[in-house]
């Protein structure tokens, strides 16, 4: 399906109707706890839409935009990983894993990232623009290049990722000291 608007639709109530989705855009729409295995979305915009614990092995997720919704509990890493690519602003994605995808050049902006999982993740020249990240889980990660400076409560462990030449903020500084117990002023 090419270019179609979703407005106010309950899937769970309401069956999909194709398995691809191109260009078109999802208003209000409810997604929670469906299974969207196999589905294609490509180019696709989900606005205020709720998509928590969604079901998404080998789902292709390409060039999306998702703006002002929530998508709690989400597994990406269950996601086709070819042409993977996602754009967030104003989401809750709190408890979502992006476990060892290729994440380059994401984009978060004024997102709610609590307890997401980016173990072993390549999130090089990502961009986390006003974030909170507080008991977000970076493990193994790619970070090289990536932007932290206005995000918040993060705790990185310089030791166990890879952090060259990403930017921090002074005040963020101390998430990158979090793993020495010490007290900073």
Known sequence: MEDKKFEHIDFTETALEDSDFENCIFDNCNFS???LSAIHFTGC?????NLSLTKLTKT???ELIFKDCKLLGMHFYDCSPFLFSMRFENCQLDLSSFYKLKFKKADFKNCSLKEVDFTETDLSAAVFDNCDMTKAVFDNTLLEKAD????????IDP??????KAKFSMPGIAGLLDQYDIEID
């Open 33 to 35: 706890n469906l299974d």
């Open 159 to 164: 030791e166990k990722n890879l952090i060259k």
């Open 45 to 49: 915009e989900f606005i205020n839409c």
């Open 148 to 155: 932290f400076r206005s995000s918040y409560n993060y705790s």
């Open 60 to 62: 292709v997720l390409s």
